[in-house]
């Protein structure tokens, strides 16, 4: 290997094996996921679908397509919900797009004109980038219009989304967020793109790995599209994939490809049937319990000792800490706590005055540090050690020596028997 890569490689292990990652949109995956990714499958190139493909040699990779798509429908498409049953036949289902923000351009580029109307929640209230933000290709491909959680409480309202919608008849209807700590009420917006006659879509990318064991309300039936990545709350590799009512099919397979990409990497595809059968697994749910507990005891912890946590609390693996009253803003309050070796990024809140370089507030998730077997009192003495940086009650030395000693404590347990364990 490369000298100076094998350095690299060496440095990012130790970062990683040194310091408490709490990015809430990272994880570590198995080590049968890094295999695959690193299997054969990377040399092939395999352009079309399975028994379609523009080059020979695909017999072994259709197979592995088909079984990819198979296991994400059986673990994704629920047989019922509300009493009304679902019919996998009825839904079409892509794993080619390569991460996120391709396979919402892939949709995009699949429902929509130029010039249509996206209607999506502002960066600032939680939703992103990809979702139709100015700085994107999307924000100048069409007219993006933002709903916003309620001032008062944080949360979104729905009625005011109704309310937006039927003002600006949108042809597209995006749920989804990277940044809100509540539950997502895919019913509602079903009801709402209903009314307007919008497509709905859903982006699941932060709460996959929820959806996927029930521990967050799934999408299906209510929305016409779903995108998620896989490598958050899924704890697979990086990549994506889509789900769409099987009328869309067609459009949506050529807005992957060619629409906006080309050869799919199939060696992410293969670690996706990894990370698939994983999250099939019984631990996988309780592993999920677990994060959600975690990420409700960090939130409590903080907001007990005096930090503002936004909606008061959380549903899921995130939550969002206005660290205004601390005197810092979010980059510095990320920058002191990388400091003392505690992993989280700034991040904008809802109607935050700050820029999205320097915000007023910090998001943390606790997906990672709960695949390397996290416990509710291991969260209790990190929720301390952040307190101590923001609060500045103790001396960064001392709080760096203890993130070293509860970090040394935790490792990848590759059979999530942690979750299962007090
Ligand atoms: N960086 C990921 C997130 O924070 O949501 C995806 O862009």
Known sequence: MD????????AETKRQDETLPLIASENFCSQATRAALGSVFVDKYAEGEPGKRYYAGNKVVDE?????????????????????????????ANVQPLSGSPANLAVYAALLKPGDTILAMSLTSGGHLSHGHAVTLPGQLYKIVNYE?????????????LKLAKKVKPQLIIVGASAYPRI???????????KVKAYL???????????????????????????????????????AFIIARVEL???????????????????????LSQALAEAKHPKFNAYIQRVIR??????????????????????????????????LNGRQAQEK???????????????????????????????????????????KVLAELILDVLLKRRPAKTVALEVKALRSKLKLVEDLEFATKD
């Open 184 to 194: 997502l009420d895919f019913e509602q917006f079903g009801d709402i793109a209903k």
């Open 337 to 379: 706590l990388e400091k003392v070796g505690i992993i989280v990024n700034a991040n904008t809140i809802p109607f935050d005055t700050g820029t999205p370089m320097q915000p007023s507030g910090i998001r943390l998730g606790t997906a990672a540090i709960t695949t390397i077997g996290a416990h509710e009192k291991d969260i």
């Open 201 to 239: 879509m859903a982006d699941i990318s932060h709460l996959a790995g929820l959806v996927a064991v029930q521990c967050h309300p799934s999408p299906f039936p209510y929305v016409d599209v779903v995108t998620s990545t896989t490598h958050k709350t899924l704890r697979g590799p990086r990549s």
């Open 149 to 161: 959680v309620d001032p008062k409480d944080n949360f979104l309202h729905y009625d005011q989304v």
């Open 3 to 10: 000298t100076k890569l094998s350095k690299l490689i060496a």
């Open 294 to 327: 975690n990420t409700q005891t960090l939130a409590q912890y903080l907001g007990e000792g005096g930090l503002k946590i936004i909606t008061g609390g959380t549903d899921n693996h995130l939550l969002l800490v206005d660290i205004t009253a601390t005197g």
């Open 64 to 92: 592995l397509e088909r079984h990819v798509i198979k296991q994400l429908k059986d673990l994704f498409i629920p047989r019922e919900a509300d009493g009304v049953k679902i019919d996998k036949k009825d839904w079409y």
């Open 249 to 271: 099919g067609d459009k949506i397979k050529r807005g992957v490809f060619p629409g906006v990409q080309g050869g799919p990497h199939l060696n992410q595809i293969a670690a």
